[in-house]
């Protein structure tokens, strides 16, 4: 169960950074336009 959590952990954080990432360039691409 430990490994299970570790692993969704894992892809939680890269999935929140992806996500955080297409925010990031949504806005850069807004405010130049």
């Known amino acids: ?3 299970d959590w570790e692993c ?3 892809t939680g954080l890269a999935f ?3 996500a ?3 925010l990031m360039l949504r806005r850069l ?5």
């Open 1 to 3: 169960l430990a490994k």
């Open 8 to 10: 969704l952990n894992r």
């Open 16 to 18: 929140l950074r992806w």
């Open 20 to 22: 955080s990432v297409r």
């Open 29 to 33: 691409c807004q405010t130049t336009t």
